[in-house]
């Protein structure tokens, strides 16, 4: 075998990682300045991308250049966009004014943790663009300077916020133990707005948004291309379990859009969640539609900036009025309920043509979800089964020890807890929890969200997964668990890695897989192969032995 | 380094002081000029501060839950970490105001051999309610001074602060509090080595000060002993803007007033303004029922988008090749030039 590169998961120690130090060097932080080490960074958005979506300096460069070819008037531009900022938004102003360097926040985020690196603790990482806003915003900072603790903005600060503002995954964990509530998310989403204006994106971001923009998705599925997965993905259903579902695509008429995040089309284990969807949809008999255009759930204009999301967000309410459902249901997804629950209403309202949803199966009204008419998955299927609608038999899983992440957005920006849990507990005989301070409101983020999932950061994708992979190695060694079950289709990509690398032998799996794998269906088969074609009765035999 | 040039700044307050009333002749200015300049300052400032963040609009309704959503009926809301209603947000904004909610939720990280563990860690939580609770009751103590008669409250609180009957003047339990918090703050930034990698010039300074503030009262009223009539007499002169000098203060009282001036008229300009900032925060002001009760933002403005006829317009061939419906069939010339 090649010997592995820095991309790969192969080329790292656990061992090694974890001996992380925690210990500051002995320099001020200001004047350390950054060092681009392979595998803890990003690259740079290409210009095609910039182009097509018209933001600012569309031009191709490398992070290791000396020259990042930005603006002339770079300085002016930032110091303009911060301005602007601090006049529209209260978090911002608020969020650079109060700090008091407690340092409450400094472990408890995931990159200081498994990494060490002292520009990773929250306060510090919000203090790099703070230094320039007290040097420039403030009275003390013009007067006094450095001894304010204000900080010149420099070519070396811009390299800076660009390094730790990609090592930041917006998860809000310290938001939560922070005194003021300040979230250091959201500082990182005003600094990585301030790098846009001088057209520095990473493409791991930037291509997404633009395929998403052209193609209703991420992953720039074509129209032709979804209806292609579906119907494999029908195929597979079929061997699995015997059930022929159909494929409602673009239907006028149907009473509920669904949509989900487009990693689930393409990458396993997600496809498997889609298939339990599709069945879940067909056992009910649901009349609703997917839709080609609004092909995704996700949003990374989350992690561009406010205006990036209400264009990529658009088309969902658009596409629900063409078609003339009555409401939305929404998968499995993280960010994408950050946007949807925080942001959609908002940006894309007020959705007065749609209707207050409600259950064509239970008659539940989600009062919840009566403005934006959005209803989460996990909220709609606790509800059937509490309704007794849908056939369980949750010893099909019994070979499964499963665990639950709590995925950081639908956490810590919804407070979706309960529900998956309740459905968790009803399709699977063995649950265990992590520990107490690495769930719910204080779980621990995959380490790749926010645009950070690529393999070429895998250094600080690996350290940034360390406490919720350590989290689960316990769990793995105290009850056996093998599975992991996550409500999100980034964490569907980046925990098999994290698990792969901090507790091997555990796999990853999405909620609807699991149900699906549990239900029992009208007509099915002896049920012989799980969604993922594997022979349950092998697994069982398996899960026996260990 | 910081936190000895603070230190410094703090004591050089203290030696002005007494060049200026130990030695000199200043009392005028120490005494009176002084307190209504900070005094001035403070209000200006703090109001102008508020109402500079009161200026800025919140765009999007951003609360960070720490508790069970409100969704289905017969699942358990938690109310006050996840609040719905404007009185559940009064309640979490008590319970963070009052209490320091969220600092009490402070974890340690710590690796034993190999295992990471996330530890209760309340000693920066206790730290910081002992200091703000004794500053709380000082500061109404100090109400003695400033109120002729003294409202009945002031008597109760002395007494149930001084309910040890240690010494005479008897010593008050917040006196104390006030200085073990205070103490405890700043070795914490002196001696935990993150802490003190993040702690600024503006960061320590605060700490002398108060630490300055706190001695120098302590030593008033258990040592110096001044006269406190003649000090009842400056301050209710200066509430009643009817100012006089007393004969006979001591020189460290005018040391203690400086450095409480000093104190209000760097408030607003310092990381002391979290006092008003923490009621301003949007992650923790807000109800998270963004799906049930739209948020209006008001500078929003519309923007590019692609449209469904646009996106049709891009894929109608391959979208009528799969069979999937289309809005606008495709052109026969555009067919028959394709043939
Ligand atoms: S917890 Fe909040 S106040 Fe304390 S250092 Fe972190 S961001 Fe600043
Ligand atoms: S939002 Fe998450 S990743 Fe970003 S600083 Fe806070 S804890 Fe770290």
Redesign the interface.
Known sequence: MAKATFDQMEYYDPQQIAAVSHRPPAGGWMDTPVEFRPGTWIYPGKAKHLEYLGLPNPRDWAVTDEDWKLPDNWKEIVLKGIRERLDKYRSFKVFMDVCVRCGACADKCHFFIGGGDPKNMPVLRAELLRSVYRNDFTTAGKILGRLAGGRKLTIDVIKEWFYYFFQCTECRRCSVFCPYGIDTAEITMMARELLGLLGIYVNWVIEPVANCFRTGNHLGIQPHGLKDTLEFFAEDIEEATGVKVDIPLNKKGADILFVTPSGDFLADPGTFTCMGYMLLFHELGLNYTWSTYASEGGNFGLFTSAETIKRLNAKLYAEAKRLGVKWILGGECGHMWRVVHQYMDTVNGPADFLEVPRSPITGTVFENARSTKVVHIAEFTADLIKHGKLKLDPSRNDHIRVTFHDSCNPARAMGLFEEPRYILRHVCNNFYEMPENTIREQTFCCGGGAGLGTDENMEMRLRGGMPRGMAVRHVQEKYDVNQLCAICAIDRATLVTVCDFWAPGVKVTGLHELVANAMVFEGENERKLNLRLEPVDELREEAGNA | MKAAVSLIVVLALVVLAYLGTGLGQAGFIFGIVLPYLALAVFLVGFVS?VL?????????????????????R???H?RL??PFTAWQVIGRMLL?VLF?R??F?????E?HQ???????SKW?WLG?IVFHYSMLVVLLRHLRLFTEPVPFFVGWIEAADGFLQIGVPVLYLTSLGLLAGLGYLLLRRLF????????????YFPLWLLLGIGSTGFLLRHFVKTDLVSIKSLTLGLISFSPQLPEGVHWLFYAHLLLVCTLFAYFP???L??LG??F?????NLA??????????P??YP??????EE??D??RD??V?????V?KQPQPAAAAEKE
């Open positions: 501060r500079g963040w009161a200026r800025s609009p919140v765009p999007f309704r951003i609360p960070t839950t720490c508790g069970q959503q409100k969704s289905l017969w699942i358990k938690d970490e996840n963070e320091f969220s600092l939720r402070n974890t340690r990280m690796m190999g295992k990471m563990t996330h530890g209760p920066l910081a935990i080595a993150q802490v003190r990698y993040i702690s600024l010039l503006n960061d300009f310092s990381k303004m979290h900032g923490v301003l925060s949007p992650t923790r998270s029922n963004n799906r049930a009760v739209r948020h209006v933002n500078w929003d923007v590019k988008v692609h449209t469904y996106y049709e891009d894929f391959k979208m090749a799969a069979g999937i419906p809005e």
